[in-house]
């Protein structure tokens, strides 16, 4: 249960969150670029129309049939989750939490210590739970960054809970 992240206070609802399973969430993101890139604003709708788009060319060009390019990205994806450092945002937990009107802060307690953050500030955190493909077992199970990359070298470690104030 060392694993295990309990996402509690003024919220609706209390979340259990196990970031063992984050691998699989497609809404990870690779810490060794996350940092590094600008972010637009995107709509949903019109990605979807672009993907959707690009695979019907790409049948058209070059038929039905799954060229050998397509097991070789599968091959990619495979190896760079299991070499990869990812993490993941916060604020659909928060979303799913449904924080009370009068919540302000959020204080992440360590084994050592607590850090209160504002909830504006809280909602652009990101959850590092990889790093080089492995869990973070010795001083995880997340680590905490700062949206805007401030603590990228010395991120918030040994995470046990999380409290909205």
Sequence with gaps: MENIIVLSGKV??????DPTVWIFDDRKVDLTTYFSTSFEQTNELEEYTKSVS????REIMEGAVY??????????EKEKVLTGSFGIPILPFLKNAELDVDAVS?????????????????KNLLLGFSN???????DGPVHVYFGDGSNLKHPIKNVRELIIK
């Design 12 to 17: 609706r609802f209390s979340i259990t969150l």
């Design 54 to 57: 690009k695979h019907w060319d």
């Design 67 to 76: 060229p050998p390019t397509l097991k070789t990205e599968k091959k990619y």
């Design 106 to 122: 959020l204080i992440i307690k360590t084994t050592t210590s607590e850090h209160e953050i504002s909830l504006d500030k809280a």
């Design 132 to 138: 080089s493909g492995k869990p973070l077992s010795e």
